[in-house]
């Protein structure tokens, strides 16, 4: 098995609903965020993907909500911003920004997105082939 990563990060304020304190006040956090794509083999190049390709859609989608109110992301409606929310919607965004690249990697098994809201504290979301097939909308 082969992983590669790519990262990012971007500001965002977000509360969170409910009696929580600090929390559920209007706050602003830099998110780190890394993607790691694990895949069964190399191309002929001796490539597992695209890095570049992956480093433009995670850019393209972090700059996106930079500077954002997260609650107010139709995406969040009825959700917590919780941190492991945030990675679900990002892991959801690159995915669609993936589905209308060029090349789309054909061979992996499973993509992981990591969301850290501080140097101590993240969370991920992992997804593996059906639910890559169903982001990918193969």
């Not at 969170?16 to 600090?22: Q, V």
């Not at 993607?35 to 190399?42: N, R």
Request: one cysteine or more.
């Amino acid at each position: 098995m082969f992983r590669v990563g790519v990262g990012g990060n971007y500001t965002a304020r977000h509360f969170l609903i409910g009696d929580f304190g600090e929390e559920s006040t209007p706050h602003e956090h830099r998110y780190d965020v890394r993607w790691i794509l694990e895949t069964g083999k190399l191309d002929e190049n001796g490539f597992s993907v695209d890095i570049a390709l992956l480093e433009s859609i995670i850019e393209t989608c972090l700059d996106r909500y930079d500077g954002v109110l997260m609650n107010d992301l139709p995406w969040f409606k009825g959700k917590q911003p919780s941190v492991e929310n945030t990675a679900m919607f990002l892991t959801e965004e690159i995915f669609s920004r993936l589905q209308n690249a060029e090349t789309v990697p054909g061979n992996l098994l499973s993509s992981e997105l990591q969301v850290f809201e501080s140097p101590t504290s993240w969370a991920s979301y992992r997804i593996d082939g059906e639910g890559i097939a169903q982001l990918l909308r193969l």
